[in-house]
């Protein structure tokens, strides 16, 4: 097959990227639109290693130099244009405290390890909605640039070797494309993050398109005409099938199905363009949209989510509105800033030195523009939505109402999560972390423990009490609850945390009190087709709750007193920072205390009542002092660091009222 321009390929990119556009809006008719970026990916493969052979056939070899600076010209102009001009917006659009996690996912987008940011983002607990970045989009040119930089090296190499053995070309890419489909199964069974976004596990896809060029250069298929448009047609409905969501597949199958239907599709296009689909891709609007598809692609995702931010409208005229801007945006971009830069004859000189020089104009942009431009601290145009309290509780929200502290430090209160400890049964001592001769009391649960952590250690060393810490965040202390909210790895830890930890741990450690912190997972509406049981236990979320809650608490009262913090306060519904930080009344960021008892809070206290050897101790009113209301600021003290989460700071300014809570209990008058 010889190598030449293909508009159809093109009319394919707009294909492509509007797939992915409308996913991103939330449209349910195309609830597996994210196929586009495997289409991409193939084509990618495709076209990339066409141009590689094509100019390794002409001349004998490849000038590495110039495929960079051609790499560069053609992707960074547009990408760093992006990157500045959407830091520019969010600092109209959001407050300073949920632009600053930007800045990481902003610097990696620009030096093209966005994909393994955004993994490890999914792995932290504490990290910020990976979905709530404007960055988020560039982990899939990650990928590519990634693959790009070792690719034409080896395709180099293997024509070269393969001059002679015709077959070493293919079955050294066949081999590479195998080793990654196979990392992408297994991944998919330990973690569907790194499934989804580890080089590794993708490079399938671009070597799927690298491997479809050099079969069809190299064993000169040919097909029939019709053969050829029943294999591009069925290739395209393959497609559009998987993409509209109507199969029920897990993402790693739906992306392997999507990359054999969009090598079916290229090679039946390659094979006979001529054919109807062919002549339709080849028309001048969809060609135009497949050429500015990469500047689509770019301005799409930041676009869709200042509209939301700024608009409560529906997915539909989302989607209308952003395919209209982004459009818009990358024709401009297309026209005045990515063809000039790719067309000028003054670049063409310098080879190694552009695609060098542009790097490095790309590093400094991150290390400078990107900091000083997502870090400045300024109100948004937009005010953080809160659910602000009204009526009588609005008033008394005000009267108790404290002023932001001046020059806050934004980014250490929203570091500021504590810290955790846990240990095998076989080294309890691991668990220790403070030594006293008072009492020896051990806090098991999850990051609502975590947050108190630097609290009940300030409390143990004041008081003379021996604490030891079995804490893992997103692990509810109950032995029997699963949380598949948390990572596949959290998970783990977690069951290995727990499971049989109190039969054995708590012989050995031998503690006078076990205070049992954890959020409050028996809200249907929000964790019923989340919690689940280890064992298998059917019922509805409150039943599995209560059970697992009765078989711990049985468990731990064989070997001490048990005393459980019910529910604390949170503000559940906004983003506390995000509302102070936006400037105006800090008392709309108040939270309401609702009086309200969860169904977990009941049990705890019904069984309190008739057991000696347990608990129930209600800390909100150490942490809500102006009750009926709980602020955001006391004494000074920014209070919480996100919807669910105190900060660990306030927290152990408000010890002395904590351990009077506790001490009420009785429990800790116990040797």
Same mark, same amino acid.
């Given at each position: ?22 996913? @991103? ?40 130099? @110039? ?24 600092? #109209? ?141 069925? /290739? ?154 009204? /009526?009588?509780?609005?008033? %008394? %929200? ?154 711990? #608490? ?90 669910? @989460? #105190? ?18 209990? /009785? %429990?800790?008058?116990?040797?």
């Amino acid at each position: 097959m010889s190598w030449s321009y293909r508009p159809a390929l093109d009319g394919l990119r707009s294909i492509a990227v509007y797939l992915v556009l409308l996913f @991103h809006t939330g449209m349910s008719a195309v609830g597996g639109g994210f196929i586009g970026v495997d289409l991409f990916f193939v084509l990618s493969g495709f076209l990339v290693s066409n141009v590689i052979l094509s100019e390794i056939d002409r001349t004998g070899t490849l000038r590495i130099g @110039h495929f960079y600076a051609r790499r560069v010209r053609r992707l960074l102009p547009a990408a760093l244009l992006v990157v500045v001009a959407t830091s520019l917006v969010f600092v #109209l659009v959001a407050p300073v405290t949920r632009r600053m996690p930007l800045v990481g996912d902003a610097q990696s987008a620009l030096l093209y390890v966005a994909n393994w940011r955004f993994l490890h983002q999914a792995e932290d607990y504490f990290a910020t909605n990976v979905e709530e970045s404007p960055f988020l989009h560039f982990w899939s040119l990650a990928i590519e640039e990634q693959f790009y930089v070792v690719f034409p090296v080896l395709l180099l190499v293997l024509a070269r070797v393969g001059r002679r053995r015709g077959w070493v070309m293919p079955a050294v890419l066949g081999g590479l494309l195998v080793a990654s489909l196979g990392a992408q199964l297994y991944w998919a069974q330990v973690d569907a993050n790194h499934a989804y976004y580890g080089t590794d596990a993708r490079l399938y896809q671009l070597l799927a398109g690298a491997v479809l060029t050099v079969v069809l250069r190299t064993w000169r298929v040919h097909l029939r005409r019709r053969a050829a448009e029943t294999l591009a047609l069925g /290739g395209l409905a393959g497609l559009l099938v998987l993409g509209s969501g109507l199969l029920d597949l897990a993402p790693s199958w739906r992306g392997i199905g999507a990359t054999a239907v969009s090598v079916a599709l290229l090679a039946g296009l390659s094979l006979r363009e001529d054919g109807a689909l062919g002549r339709v891709l080849s028309q001048g609007v969809p060609v135009y949209l497949g050429r500015i598809s990469y500047g689509t692609y770019l301005w799409h995702w930041p676009v869709i989510l200042v509209l939301q931010e700024a608009l409560a409208t529906s997915p539909r005229v989302i989607a209308v509105l952003a395919m209209a801007i982004a459009t818009g945006l990358a024709a401009v971009s297309y026209e005045l800033l990515e063809m000039p830069v790719r067309r000028t004859a003054l670049l063409d000189r310098f080879r190694w030195n552009t695609a060098v020089a542009g790097v490095a104009v790309s590093a400094l942009v991150a290390v400078t523009v990107v900091p000083w431009t997502l870090e400045k601290d300024r109100a948004p145009v937009l005010t953080a939505a809160a659910a602000s309290p009204v /009526g009588a509780v609005a008033a %008394a %929200a005000q009267q108790a109402s404290e002023p932001v502290p001046a020059n806050v430090n934004w980014k250490a209160v929203g570091d500021d999560v504590g810290s955790f400890t846990s240990c095998a049964p076989t080294s309890v001592e691991e668990c220790r972390v403070v030594e006293g001769d008072g009492p020896h009391v051990l806090v098991v649960g999850d990051s609502h423990a975590q947050m108190l952590t630097p609290m009940f250690e300030k409390i143990a060393e004041e008081h003379d009490l021996t604490l030891s810490l079995n804490i893992r965040p997103g692990c509810p202390w109950q032995e029997d609850l699963t949380n598949p909210k948390a990572s596949d790895d959290s998970q783990e830890l977690c069951e290995r945390e727990r499971v049989g930890w109190f039969d054995e741990a708590l012989p050995a450690m031998k503690p006078d009190v076990v205070v049992l912190v954890a959020r409050a997972r028996d809200d249907e509406r929000t964790w019923g087709d989340l919690v689940g049981s280890r064992s298998g236990r059917d019922g509805s979320l409150e039943q599995i709750t209560l059970a697992a809650s009765r078989d711990t #608490l049985q468990k731990v009262q064989q070997h001490a007193r048990a005393v459980v913090v019910e529910s604390m306060v949170m503000p559940e519904t906004f983003q506390p920072l995000d509302c102070l930080a936006s400037g105006g009344d800090p008392s709309r960021c108040a939270v309401a205390i609702t009086g309200e008892t969860t169904p977990s809070d009941a049990f705890f206290i019904t069984e309190a009542a008739t057991s000696p050897k347990l608990d129930v101790v209600d800390l909100n009113p150490a942490f809500c002092p102006h009750a009926p209301v709980c602020q955001p600021v006391v004494d000074g003290d920014v209070v919480w660091r996100d919807d669910h @989460h #105190l900060t660990a700071a306030y927290a152990t300014s408000r010890r002395d009222e904590v351990w009077r809570l506790l001490r009420g209990t /009785g %429990a800790f008058d116990r040797g």
